[in-house]
């Protein structure tokens, strides 16, 4: 069986949890929606893992979201084909040393894990504003608690709201918060993690960090994914990490 499909209930309580999450929805009425109001929401933690969701990930990256409502719908709970940061993203893993399949066609052997800054649907426009409240909860809630589970060697914040949640996830708080500054630098974590902050390979931002610049980005992280070996670590990790604080 492919560690992306193994059965675990420790992750099968993480997707439990962000399915009865309410917290932002009940926060900003009309402004967010839970997937789980939908049929097709699938038994996942994030979306994006319906194309990378490795469960002993090498790499995690946090993008922004999924998209709005619409797109949701409209593509039943998935990508689209063509999709442009998908494509993107593959390039640029493979730039770091990843072979994957073409998005959105499930990749069970990759090891990579995907994830987004918030876990629910925006409502109206894709381009609408992502609040650092929503951010914030979701990070406590979910991406702490995922993380603590993978405890992937290198994670990546992909993005303004990407690099926020991984921010706060490892308390980084002498890392410059904006990420126009924060871009191209990385750090290691209370527990050794590596981290890096990255932009955002969409579209939009492509134009605040050009293609090639990302590119180089993304070597760096590839060297330093070949300098580390996970194999040598303990299973546990260090206890006296920043997750030791997680209830």
């Not at 994006?48 to 995690?60: C, F, I, T, V, Y």
């Not at 492509?206 to 992280?221: E, F, H, S, T």
């Amino acid at each position: 069986m492919e560690a992306a499909e193994t059965v675990d209930p420790d992750y099968a309580s993480l997707v439990a949890a962000r399915k009865s999450c309410r917290v932002c929805v009940i926060r900003s009425p009309g402004k967010i929606r839970s997937c789980a109001e939908f049929d097709f929401d699938p038994e996942l933690v994030s979306l994006w893992e319906q194309w990378l969701g490795h469960r002993a990930p090498k790499l995690l990256a946090v993008g922004q979201d999924f998209g709005n409502v619409d797109y949701f719908v409209r593509n039943s709970g998935r990508d689209e084909p063509h999709n442009k940061t998908n494509d993107n993203l593959r390039k640029l893993l493979a730039t770091a040393g990843f072979r994957t399949t073409e998005p959105p066609a499930r990749d069970g052997e990759a090891p990579v894990f995907l994830t987004n800054s918030i876990l629910c649907l925006k409502e109206g426009k894709m381009s609408g504003p992502i609040r650092a409240s929503w951010v914030a909860a979701c990070t406590d809630r979910h991406l702490l608690p995922l993380l603590r589970l993978l405890r992937p060697p290198v994670v990546v914040g992909m993005g303004a709201h990407g690099w926020r949640a991984v921010r706060q996830a490892f308390a980084l708080h002498e890392a410059p918060a904006p990420i126009s500054r924060a871009a191209g630098a990385a750090w290691r974590s209370a527990d050794g993690t590596r981290v890096f902050a990255v932009g955002h390979c969409g579209p939009l931002g492509l134009i605040n960090r050009p293609w090639a610049v990302q590119l180089a980005d993304w070597r760096r992280i590839g060297a330093t994914l070949a300098s580390v070996d996970d194999q040598t670590e303990p299973a546990s990790r260090h206890r006296s990490s920043v997750f030791s604080t997680l209830p």
